[in-house]
């Protein structure tokens, strides 16, 4: 996936050039077609704000810490009535480049305690973590404010159609306590 991803210029910063006594501060903001191009990639309608603002700071001799903000405003379709649903995306992100880490041999791997760890890459494309962290924030099932998504009742010709409510266990015990507190009366 990340071959295919749009590549954005001047987001990549070549570690060994950076300052490894400070921290860098960076701010990726895309235009508007590479917005248009990253809202492809992802099948949404539109991104219409999209900033990742932060800083790469060296930790050690070799690793490096990345703390930014994710913000974004995002148009996708509603899941219900497929009508634009406007969302405003806020997110922390945490990364922490390592230079030694040790890949796994065995085909079944556990997952670490920290899943932010990541192998310490030449050059980091900031604009590949924004996107990333972007996909990954998302709303799964964007929805409408006015979408209903209703009942749906089918059965066969001459076959009375079993309901939500017919299918609910408890749902005779109403009128099971009901008729049981009027013989009680």
């Not at 991803?5 to 570690?15: D, G, I």
């Not at 006594?21 to 949404?44: Q, S």
């Not at 030449?122 to 990333?132: F, S």
Request: aromatic share 4%.
């Amino acid at each position: 996936m990340e071959a295919a991803l749009p590549q954005l210029p001047k987001s990549q910063l070549r570690l060994s050039d950076l300052a490894t006594r400070k921290a860098t501060t960076f701010a990726v903001e895309p235009t508007a077609d590479e917005r248009k191009a990253v809202a492809a990639e992802l099948g949404i309608i539109g991104i219409k704000k999209l900033r990742f603002v932060g800083t790469l700071a060296p930790q050690g001799k070799t690793d490096w810490q990345l703390q930014a903000i994710l913000g974004a405003t995002v148009v996708q379709a509603c899941v219900v009535t497929l009508d634009p649903v406007t969302t405003r995306i806020d997110e922390p992100l945490n990364r922490a480049y390592i230079a030694e880490v040790e890949e796994p041999d065995a085909s079944e791997v556990e997952m670490t305690a920290d899943e932010n760890r990541e192998p310490l890459p030449a050059t980091l494309d900031l604009a590949q973590v924004m996107i990333e962290a972007l996909a990954l924030a998302l709303p799964l099932y964007p929805r409408a404010a006015n979408a209903n998504l209703g009942e749906a009742v089918f059965a066969a010709p001459g076959v009375a159609p079993m309901r939500d409510e017919d299918a609910k266990p408890f749902a005779g015990l109403q009128s099971l306590r009901e008729s049981l507190e009027k013989k009680g009366e």
